[in-house]
């Protein structure tokens, strides 16, 4: 067992895009918010559907279903956000992330955890953390700072950062 799968083991959050479970660092959740109206932001990338005013913080909003290049459907009353809190470079931005449903914790052991599969040299599989074998099922658990790092997350936070009145 290599140590990088071992310090993968722990609590992570599983949710569903569609008939796909994926799983998130249970350390990085804020919270979970039911879907709520989202600002559009003008010239922010397709992914970014705006920002929320969540008790005075403005946080950017990411649709995971976009950033993964699925079909959009439509909110249902289990289309939740997922408060989390990302590492972009040298500081820590909350951005929420709206996900079909959400599923359940689960505690995943390191013997359940397999490396993500090579997929090929146009497949970049670099945000996947691993995947998490439950019982019959998978879940693909994710490197959430490098699914939404980069542009997308810098633009979001710069036009929260700027929307911020100075003191």
């Not at 013997?111 to 945000?127: L, Q, R």
């Amino acid at each position: 067992m290599s140590s990088a799968t071992e310090t993968k083991e722990g609590k992570y959050l599983t949710f569903a895009l569609g008939e796909e479970e994926y799983g998130l660092e249970i350390l990085k959740v804020r919270e979970i918010i039911g879907y709520m109206d989202v600002t559009s932001v003008p010239k922010m990338p397709p992914e970014v559907c705006g920002v929320i005013n969540l008790r005075g913080q403005v946080i950017p909003v990411i649709e995971l279903r976009t950033q993964f290049e699925m079909p959009t459907i439509d909110r249902t009353e289990q289309t939740c956000i997922i408060v989390m809190e990302i590492n972009d470079g040298n500081r820590t931005v909350n951005t929420g992330i709206v996900v079909d449903h959400v599923s359940e914790v689960l505690d995943i052991a390191s013997e359940d955890i397999e490396e993500a599969p090579a997929m090929g040299s146009h497949v970049d599989t670099e945000f996947i953390l691993g995947i998490g074998k439950i019982g019959e099922s998978v879940k693909i658990l994710l490197d959430i700072d490098k699914v939404l790092s980069g542009t997308d997350l810098v633009l979001a936070a710069s036009t929260e950062e700027e929307s911020q009145p100075e003191v």
